[in-house]
C-alpha cells in the first residue's frame, strides 16, 4: 500500500525522470506543488519506496528513478489517458480529413504520424482479410502451369496467390473458374463462402477449389504480411546501449512476435505493459501501449506504440486512442 504521501513523491519521482531523464533528488521533490513535505522526510519516504520495490538507486549518493513497478503504480493511477495536445490532436484530424488511397499505404502512413506524435515506434496491424468481404475475385494465367488469384476487398486492400495448373490446363477453363469465384464470392467474406456450386466442368470444379483453398490457407507467419512499423530509427535513439538497441530493433523485424504480444494484451484487456512485464528479455527496457481498432462495432486491428519505459504516457496513450478511433472510422467508411 503507498499512502497519500508517497504517492505524490513517486508521481513527482516519475514525472521528472520522464522529462529529464536523470535522477532526482529529495531535494527538488519537495519544491514539487502537492508534495508538501520537507527535504529530509521526502529522502526518508524516497528510501521506503525503494525499499518498497518503486524506486532505484543506480548510483551512491545519487538520486532514485523509478521501477517497473513505480512506472505500473503511476500508469493505474491516472484517471484517464490524457488529452492529445492541440497541435498533435490538429495534426491527426489534418492526417485522416486527407487520407486516402489503397489501405495498405494508408496503414503505413499511419505508423508514420503515430510515430511522430510520440517520438516511438509504432505499429499498426491492419483488418484480418478473412473477416473483409470480397470486392473482385480474378484468375490470370501467368505461365504454362502457373496461374495468379488477385481478391480485392472491400477496404481496398489486395490479396494474392500463386495457382498451380494442371497439365494442358486450357485458357478457357481459367477464364471460367474465375467467373465462377466471381459470382460466388463477391460481397461475402472469404471464410464465411462456404462450398461453392460446382460447374458442369469437372477441371473448373477442380480449378475453384484449388484456388480457394490457396485463399483460405491462413499461415500465422504471414501475420507481418498486415503489419506496418514506422519510427524504428527513434525507438534506437532513444537507448544508449548498443546491446538493447540491436535487441529492441531484432523484434520488431519479428512482427509475428510483435502481433503476438499486441493481441495477447488486448485479449487480457492491458493498455500498457512495461518492462519486464512482457515476459520478453528484449524487451525489457521497453514499454508498449496499445488499443484495438473498431471497425463497425468490431476490433478488426490495433494501433501501438514501443517506446522506452520512460515515456510520456499520458500523451502516449492519448495518442494512440485518438488515432486507433479515428483509423477505425477511416476503415469503416472504406468498408461501406
Known sequence: MVDDRRAAILRAVVQQYIETSQPVSSSHVAEVSGVQASSATVRSEMAALERDGFLQQPHTSAGRIPTDRGYRFFVDAMAAPGKLDPAKANDVRTFFNKASGEIEQMLHETGR??????GAAAVVVGPDHETNKVRSVQLVTLGPRTALAVVVYSNGSVEKRSITLDDNTSEATVAAASAHLMSHLTNKALFDAGTILPT??????????????ALQVTKVEEAGDNVFVGGASRLAQSFEAVDTVRNVLSILEQQYVVVTLIRDLLDRGVT?????????????????????TM???????SVAILGPTRMDYGQAMAAVTVVSKRLGERLSESDN
Request: net charge negative.
Open 200 to 213: 458442369t466442368n469437372a477441371n473448373v470444379d477442380a480449378l475453384v477449389n484449388k484456388t480457394l483453398g
Open 113 to 118: 504520424l503515430l510515430s511522430n506524435l510520440t
Open 295 to 301: 471497425i463497425e462495432g468490431e476490433q478488426r486491428g
Open 272 to 292: 500498457v505493459s512495461i518492462g519486464e512485464e512482457h515476459n520478453l528479455r528484449p524487451l525489457a527496457h521497453c514499454s508498449l501501449v496499445v488499443a484495438p
